[in-house]
């Protein structure tokens, strides 16, 4: 067996097949020892994943050695590569990161059960990302949300529960669209794999059941991806979540869903409906203008930091949608970059809020009055993970807002519109993070603070490993830029 | 005649489901429910598609029915008079509306030169005697084909399971309610002398059933899923009729988790054998030097790991409700 050849496939069935392991595993801190691990294992083979697809294009796998259409298909390409980096990398620093806050807020009783369920909320996302077949999306899709449920569960305020049965409903509904959706699609063409379905939907292009397939999977995971207005679920699933989780979850879970959509609308759907492309921009750009003004106007009324950060998330999610709506190399491009740097500026800015949790006990912003003096290198990876997500230049956040303000510019007078909301958006982000900051450097403690410290080094390492990753790649992009523009190629050659 | 069947059904599937929204009584919602799944499993039945029909009928109907009931026994038995929001309707209106325009193009039921029967399904057909050597093509595609997809199916009803552990765990001495309590505050059923007799008839046959199913997936309607689900339901009728309290002793909860690990461990391991063999994920073919002896090694292990974890976990869903403090 020559290893290299199953990477991919390693990617997805590792972490699951340990997921049952660390069920069993009854001993203090090895849970989590085999989590990070098996978690670090996967983030070098997606590294490795992205260097074979970089070098000699998309990468490819039968299962069970079945040949698609008949069997189930893996296939990555730039953009899968990608989601693969992001998923495993910040899995393995939120794992990192989170050992002591998950004992306080998980407890040791059941901890094993919890770092199973990591475990397959890793596989279940990294399996949507690298398949090839949309039934294949769905299974796995089950498998990452089920277990997403268990970790925000897991949270320490009981608020957690209602918050997770809401999620739990929605999410429900947008899976199930998204079933609908490929069902129909199945119906007419006789087929689940991605490829094979662009081919043989032209021969039923435009007709009913098609475009209502097009609408439910559209639905569904906008639904999935918390798009505006289907955000409802997102903030708070975030706030009562245990802090590492939230880490996890805002950088990668909304951005699958958001993945797919892009795959299944530029893959199989753009090249088939007749003015697909027109109907997407149009439906989407307006979506994603209010996304930006409303979720950050939220924000800066909100007094919980991280329903603070959950509703940024909600304006963010609008720049990745807004990129992928202008159908254009830029746009996409732009987008596309802005989905890798905004899982690295929003889960720094989690792991900063969660550091301050733990010592704290608390994500309400009165509370964080004065934490500055006592925390330094807490709130300093805050300020410069903020300044990353307002996009000032020479941090991560920077560029891509500055390819979707060139992309914008190419668009004619609707792009000055939506330059102005990216320019707007920005400024907005501004103000919402320097409320933070001047509670928290400038406004003398309302609570006592004496036996507040600073965060422990262990979790402040993660942390600043990832501010600098941030800086590094507002100075440098030329890794991501290059996946970016990759996979901007790719969803294009399938729009002729 | 089907069409007459399949017409009679389905308006009885609509009349039981209004029902079930308007009746106020929580309990005869919940047996209003085990008669929509056997309604369900009648139509899966007629649409050829028995297996999931049997497994409508264990989980829906059987093991369903059973863990409201064991909620019900936990809470009230009426429903709580609130104020209906039409939100829902409207949603449920917008959603159904495209689906029904859907329908205006979509091929005749059974029309043999519809899409889905000229593209994989043939292939399906005629390559399976010859590459897995089995009589139910079912079995072949859901084991083997597309063995991947089920492989994740089973991981999904281990979540389920680890979540429940996670939330609720199952606790050895903390079982206040004992079968009979359960039966009566549940049914309502004073004299349950009768259905504790049969039922302890029934139990062995329940077991060997399920054990049949198990190993009769390749030559018929049947597998691990359903297997797995009527062997819990042996056991959860056992502990229906002779208390939790008995039924934990004789299945200590410590040994639930190793049920609900080792199968979905067992599935993905005879994936990395493969591996390890020179095939791909799940390539069953490697597992002898005759590729279709293979294929029989292969999926008789895969069957074996499904029924084991569902089994695990649908006794750990009941016996976490069951087993509940109740206060």
Redesign the interface.
């Not at chain 1, 796998?61 to 079945?66: D, K, T, V």
């Not at chain 1, 199945?186 to 087929?191: D, K, L, Q």
């Given at each position: 067996?020559s290893f290299a050849n199953?990477v991919i496939?390693f990617l997805v069935?590792v972490p699951?097949?340990v997921?049952?392991?660390i069920?069993?595993l009854r001993v203090r801190h090895l849970p989590w020892l085999m989590a990070c691990i098996t978690s670090l294992f996967v983030f070098v083979l997606s590294i490795q994943l992205t260097q074979s697809v970089l070098h000699s294009g998309d990468v490819t796998?039968?299962?069970?050695?079945?040949p698609a259409?008949?069997?189930?298909e893996l296939r990555a390409g730039a953009l899968t590569a990608m989601m693969t980096v992001i998923v495993s990398g910040v899995s393995t620093m939120a794992l990192w990161f989170g050992r002591y806050g998950i004992y306080v807020e998980v407890g040791e009783q059941?901890a094993h059960?919890?770092y199973?369920?990591w475990m397959?909320v890793l596989?279940g996302l990294l399996?949507i990302a690298v398949t090839g077949?949309a039934?294949?999306v769905f299974?796995?899709m089950?498998?990452s949300s089920?277990?997403t449920?268990?970790l925000i569960?897991?949270g320490p305020d009981r608020r957690a529960l209602t918050a997770v049965l809401k999620y739990l409903i929605m999410g429900t509904i947008g899976a199930t669209?998204y079933l609908?959706g490929v069902g129909?699609v199945?119906?007419?063409?006789?087929?689940l794999n991605f490829a094979d379905m662009e081919i043989?939907l032209a021969?039923?292009e435009n007709?009913?059941?098609v475009?209502?397939?097009a609408?439910?999977i559209t639905v569904g995971l906008a639904l999935k991806a918390a798009i505006f207005p289907l955000h409802v679920w997102m903030p708070n699933a975030y706030t009562y979540a245990p802090s590492a989780v939230a880490v996890f979850l805002s950088a990668c879970s909304t951005k699958i869903a958001l993945f797919i959509l892009l795959k299944f609308d530029f893959f199989v759907f753009q090249k088939n409906l007749a003015g697909h492309d027109v109907q997407f921009s149009w439906f989407l750009m307006p979506l994603a203008a209010i996304a930006i003004i409303f979720g950050s106007a939220v924000a800066i009324n909100e007094n919980n930091i991280k329903r603070l950060l959950g509703y940024s998330s909600v304006a963010q999610l609008g720049y990745i949608l807004m990129g992928a709506s202008f159908v254009t190399y830029l746009g996409l491009s732009g987008g596309i970059l802005h989905i890798f740097n905004h899982a690295l500026i929003k889960a720094t800015l989690f792991m900063a809020v969660a550091c301050v949790f733990y010592r704290v006990r608390s994500a309400e912003l009165k509370d964080f009055a004065g934490i500055a003096q006592k925390m330094p290198w807490t709130m300093a990876a805050f300020v410069l993970a903020g300044v990353a997500l307002i996009g000032v230049p020479f941090t991560a956040g920077f560029t891509s807002k500055w390819l979707l303000i060139k992309a914008a510019l190419e668009a004619g007078v609707v792009g000055y519109l939506l330059l102005a909301v990216v320019l707007i958006g920005s400024l907005m982000a501004l103000v919402y993070v320097w409320k933070v900051v001047e509670l928290a450097y400038f406004k003398p403690a309302t609570a006592d603070l004496s036996r507040v410290s600073e965060a422990p080094l262990m979790m402040r390492i993660p942390l600043w490993i990832m501010v600098l990753m941030t800086l590094y790649f507002g100075i440098d992009p030329s890794y991501p830029v290059r996946l970016a523009n990759a996979a901007a190629v790719s969803l294009l050659g399938h729009l002729s | 005649m089907f069409i007459l069947f399949g017409v009679f059904l389905l308006t009885f599937l609509i009349i039981i489901s209004i029902a079930i929204i308007r009746v106020k009584s929580l309990f005869s919602a919940v047996m209003l429910s085990g008669i929509f799944s056997l309604l369900m499993a009648a139509n899966f039945f007629i649409l050829d598609a028995a297996d999931v029909a049997l497994t409508e009928a264990a989980i829906g109907a059987g093991i369903t029915t059973v863990l409201f009931l064991a909620a019900l026994a936990l809470t009230r038995e009426t429903e709580q008079r609130e104020t209906h929001s039409r939100v829902p309707l409207l949603v449920l209106a917008i959603a159904a509306a495209p689906i029904i325009f859907a329908t205006f193009d979509k091929p005749r039921l059974g029309d043999p030169n519809a899409p889905v029967h000229q593209h994989v399904a043939p292939w399906y057909l005629e390559k399976t005697p010859e590459l897995i050597g089995i009589p139910n093509v079912v079995t072949a595609v859901l084991g083997s084909f597309r063995g991947y997809d089920t492989l994740g199916e089973v991981f999904v009803i281990f979540t389920a399971g680890i979540g429940v552990l996670f939330v609720f765990g199952v606790h050895q001495r903390k079982a206040a309610i004992s079968g009979g309590e359960l039966a009566q505050q549940a049914r309502g059923i004073r004299h349950h002398l009768i259905p504790r007799i049969i039922g302890k008839i029934f139990i062995p046959v329940i077991l060997l059933f399920a054990l049949y199913v198990q190993f009769h997936g390749e030559y018929g309607p049947g597998g691990g899923f359903q297997a797995g689900a009527i062997f819990a339901a042996g056991l959860i009728l056992y502990s229906l009729l002779e208390g939790v309290d008995k039924a934990l002793q004789k299945f200590p909860p410590k040994v639930l988790p190793w049920f609900v690990a080792s199968g979905a461990l067992l599935y993905a391991l005879v994936g990395f054998v493969c591996l390890a063999l020179g095939g791909n994920f799940l390539d069953y073919s490697v597992l002898h030097s005759n590729p279709v002896v293979g294929q029989h090694i292969g999926l008789i292990l895969i069957e074996i790991g499904v029924g084991v974890t569902v089994f695990g976990v649908m006794l750990s869903i009941f016996l976490a409700f069951a087993a509940r403090e109740s206060k």
């Open positions: 067996m199953h496939i069935a699951l097949a997921a049952p392991v069920s069993l796998y039968a299962l069970g050695s079945w259409p008949y069997g189930i059941r059960y919890f199973a369920a397959l596989a399996g077949d039934f294949n299974v796995f089950e498998i089920l277990a449920y268990v569960a897991g669209f609908i129909l199945y119906m007419m063409t006789g087929t043989r021969d039923v007709l009913r059941p475009l209502v397939a609408g439910f | -």
